[in-house]
T-cell receptor
Framework: GESVGLHLPTLSVQEGDNSIINCAYS??????FIWYKQESGKGPQFIID?????DKRQGQRVTVLLNKTVKHLSLQIAATQPGDSAVYFC?????????FGTGTQLKVEL | GAGVSQSPRYKVTKRGQDVALRCDPI?????LYWYRQALGQGPEFLTY????????KSGLPNDRFSAERPEGSISTLTIQRTEQRDSAMYRC????????????????FGPGTRLTVL
């Protein structure tokens, strides 16, 4: 499949370690934020979301943290697995539109 | 269950030709979105519909691009007089609830159509 991660920042982690992927968003008026995972040759897949009135939300093995003061979003993946290897995009919503960040390539080393 | 489907998956065309890209959203989904994604970048918003009504087309690059969703289900993105700079992955997404400033309904993406203009 096509390479989504061409020229993207890369995070390499050992299998079983925790991963932290960071994202800076641009619009202080954005009210909703989402993390998507994109594997090669596939469309973005929803992972977890958070509204602007929250600062933390947990899912299964994933946690999203929101710091509105510095317009920063992070995705934490616990016990990273080989299947987590992909490009991860954060997206912010303002009005009716999603604006996606650049993306981070996560590589899981065995 | 069936997700968002797009056709064709790959389209190669010559400069100056018109192309039509199709999106079939998840059944029952009210909102449908079109994005364009360049290699190594996140999807870029083009336009979206609630039911058959086009709500926002501010992301369409120029008037060669148009989209319709006449019956509130399948949508077609048409590019007239294609140019090489139109080459990209075109992605469609749908969400259950109408896209509004307050809803947080998840957008589900399709596999995309890879357009190559020679």
């Amino acid at each position: 499949g096509e390479s989504v991660g061409l020229h993207l920042p890369t995070l390499s982690v050992q299998e079983g370690d925790n991963s932290i992927i960071n994202c800076a968003y641009s619009n202080s008026a954005s009210d909703y934020f989402i993390w998507y995972k994109q594997e090669s040759g596939k469309g973005p897949q929803f992972i977890i979301d958070i509204r602007s009135n929250m600062d933390k939300r947990q899912g299964q093995r994933v946690t999203v943290l929101l710091n509105k003061t510095v317009k920063h979003l992070s995705l934490q993946i616990a016990a990273t697995q080989p299947g987590d290897s992909a490009v991860y995009f954060c997206a912010e919503r303002w009005g009716n539109k999603l604006t996606f960040g650049t993306g981070t390539q996560l590589k899981v080393e065995l | 269950g069936a997700g968002v489907s797009q056709s064709p998956r790959y389209k190669v065309t010559k400069r100056g030709q018109d192309v039509a890209l199709r999106c079939d959203p998840i059944s029952g989904h009210v909102s449908l979105y079109w994005y364009r994604q360049a290699l190594g970048q996140g999807p870029e918003f083009l336009t979206y519909f609630n039911y058959e009504a086009q709500q926002d087309k501010s992301g369409l690059p120029n008037d060669r691009f148009s989209a319709e969703r006449p019956e509130g289900s399948i949508s077609t993105l048409t590019i007239q007089r294609t140019e090489q700079r139109d080459s990209a992955m075109y992605r469609c997404a749908s969400s259950l609830a109408p896209g509004t400033a307050t809803s947080t309904d998840t957008q589900y993406f399709g596999p995309g159509t890879r357009l190559t203009v020679l």
